[in-house]
């Protein structure tokens, strides 16, 4: 257990309202992540931090924006949520294996109905 | 074309049944290989890592082609247990920056 937690893990909410996911983790991992998993798509990456204030955008990232203010928490908001938004969201720590190079630990995950 | 594609599925096996499951990349430049379980409405978890000789964890065995870019899976004595989705993972990059997920492939074991 990498200790992440995620918050809220269900939420339903309409369009054009602002939308804001927290990732907590406690073992001071600086590497940090944000996923969306939608049916028939594998999880993509949406944004991801390499430490406090340091962030990248994945592969989907418009309509999405993060912040790092602390190492254990990692936002993610929706500025304003749309129909496509809806998802199940996951954030992920990277995990460093001893014997093959290193991948990644998920949070449970948060489902977002944007009606 | 996806950078990693799967099967997938369902496939319906019953209990005790050897079932394969095969997992294709198109990134020749591809430094890591895994396989994560995912069971119904929950996160992914790491079941394997993939080494390109070869590795087994009790009744699971992957392997690694790198010449043909394709990765396996085979689960043998299958358990009701084994129900889950699961996904091949390509990391791209030498660090766990650069993960990428096929779709899946759903296992149905039945009594």
């Known amino acids: 257990d990498a200790g992440i937690t995620q918050s809220p893990r269900h939420k339903v909410t309409e369009t054009g309202t602002p939308v804001t996911l927290r990732c907590h983790q406690t073992?001071?991992?600086?590497?940090m992540y944000w996923y969306r998993q939608d049916p028939g798509h594998g999880l993509r990456l949406i944004h991801y931090?390499?430490?406090?204030?340091?962030?990248d955008k994945g592969e989907v990232s418009d309509g999405y924006s993060v912040s790092r203010s602390k190492t254990e928490d990692f936002l993610l908001t929706l500025e304003s949520a749309t129909s496509s938004q809806t998802s199940v969201y996951f954030c992920?720590?990277?995990?460093?294996?001893?014997?093959?190079?290193?991948?990644?630990?998920f949070g449970p995950g948060t489902r977002l109905l944007v009606l | 074309r996806k950078e990693v594609e799967q099967d997938p599925g369902p496939f319906n096996v019953p209990e005790g049944a050897t079932v394969a499951f095969n997992c294709t990349y198109s990134?020749?430049?591809?430094?890591?290989f895994f396989w994560y379980r995912q069971d119904c409405r929950k996160e992914p978890k790491l079941l394997m890592s993939?080494?390109?000789s070869g590795n087994e964890d009790g009744r699971f065995t992957a392997q690694l082609n790198r010449a043909s870019q394709y990765i396996s899976l085979l689960i043998r004595d299958s358990k009701l247990s084994d129900s889950a989705t699961y996904l091949c993972?390509?990391?791209?990059?030498?660090?766990?920056?650069?993960?990428?997920f096929g779709a899946g492939t759903i296992l149905r074991v039945k009594s």
């Open positions: 993972v390509v990391n791209r990059g030498r660090y766990g920056n650069k993960l990428v």
């Open positions: 993939v080494y390109s």
């Open positions: 073992e001071n991992h600086r590497y």
């Open positions: 931090s390499y430490g406090v204030k340091d962030t």
């Open positions: 992920a720590i990277r995990l460093g294996l001893a014997d093959l190079g290193e991948t990644q630990y």
């Open positions: 990134n020749s430049a591809s430094q890591s």
